[in-house]
Each structure stands twice: as structure tokens, then as C-alpha cells.
């Protein structure tokens, strides 16, 4: 039995709804087709938009996946986020547009964990290592928390209702803002 596994899919910004995704999907279904690939997997978030090309591709969903993760060193992981949303924000048009105007800093208090802090300010993100007297936005919340909010598509508003996050301080475009650097999904 050999598997084709699809993964990592992104089309730039400008070139969104015009059919690439669908295309190359179509064509990477082609070729495991005539190398004889018995299946064919795809990992993706359910939530994402592009979900709808892969099921009118016959793809459909047969398990949601549960992650376990142990963070040894969270300043790394938290370093790493915000080189990730600067590097991402350099190749998408929707999030330069979106976060165009707004300029605004972000404290996570974790608890026993310490506190992690960024801000975004001149169309970059900039990890600080002292928090703001005056924070634009405050939360507290634990690690496993932020890092579910931060790797995958789960929404600020949802961790808020069931208690896992609580806003200090925050306006609610602030939060709109926010949920969408952290989820990554910059439409509407």
C-alpha cells in the first residue's frame, strides 16, 4: 500500500480564488494516480477555508487529531511564534492590509510560567522581554492554552467563553486583531 500525503498548502495572497489550490491538487491527485498510490491523506485544520477545495475533491474528514506537547524551553517556542508571524506577514497582502493602522502591544501572563509580551508596531512584530507598563491588550492564561491559540485553529473568542483565557485589558477590535495573528486566518 503506498500513501500520498498532502501537506503545508498556501497560495499567496494575490493569487487566492483563482483555482491554483484546485489545480495543483488535481494534478498531485493525477500523478498519484499513475504512480499507483493507493490513497491519497492530506493533513489540514478543519476550520480553515481551503477545507471546502478538499472535500469538493472527494477528500473527506476521518479523525480529529488530538496533540500532546511539553514545552522544555517556552522563550524558544515563543521566539520562534513571532519570527513566524513577521515571516509570514512578508509574503501575505491580506495580513499587511489588515493589521495596516493598527499598532498595538500584547501581554500573556502565564502564571508560574512568566510572563510573554510582543507588540506590533511599524508593520513588524517585535518579541519584548520586558512587558509594557500599559499593555493594549492583557490576558492571562496557561502555556497549553496560548499554545493551542497559536498553532492551531482555535479561536480567542471560544477559549474567553469557556474560561481558559482571561482579557484584563483589551477593546473588542483589539481582540479581532488579535485572534487573527494568532489563528493566522485573515479574512473576514
Known amino acids: 500500500m503506498k500513501t500520498l500525503g498532502v501537506l503545508a498548502v498556501c497560495t499567496s495572497s494575490e493569487y487566492r480564488n483563482r483555482g491554483v489550490a ?5 494534478q498531485a491527485m493525477a500523478f498519484a494516480d499513475k504512480a499507483g498510490f493507493s490513497n491519497t491523506s492530506l493533513y489540514t485544520a478543519t476550520l480553515l477555508p481551503v ?13 480529529k487529531t488530538t496533540r500532546y ?17 513577521n515571516r ?9 492590509k489588515t493589521l ?11 502564571g508560574s510560567k512568566g510572563v510573554k509580551a510582543f507588540r506590533f508596531r511599524n508593520g513588524r512584530f517585535q518579541r519584548l522581554t520586558k512587558p509594557p ?9 496557561s502555556v497549553e492554552t496560548l499554545t493551542r491559540l497559536m498553532s492551531e ?10 474560561g481558559q483565557v482571561q482579557v484584563k485589558r483589551g477593546s473588542e477590535s483589539d481582540l479581532k486583531i488579535l485572534n487573527k495573528i494568532l489563528v493566522g486566518i485573515w479574512g473576514e
Do not use: P
Open 22 to 26: 484546485t489545480s495543483l491538487l488535481k
Open 51 to 63: 477545507h471546502r477545495i478538499y472535500e469538493r475533491q472527494g477528500f473527506r474528514d476521518i479523525e
Open 69 to 85: 506537547i511539553k514545552h522544555l524551553d517556552y522563550d524558544f517556542v515563543f521566539r520562534r511564534w513571532v519570527m513566524w508571524c
Open 88 to 96: 509570514y506577514l512578508k509574503h501575505s497582502n491580506i495580513a499587511q
Open 100 to 110: 495596516q493602522g493598527w499598532n498595538g502591544s500584547v501581554v500573556f501572563d502565564l
Open 133 to 141: 507598563q500599559l499593555a493594549d491588550i492583557f490576558i492571562v492564561t
Open 153 to 162: 485553529v482555535s479561536f480567542l473568542g471560544d477559549a474567553i467563553k469557556t
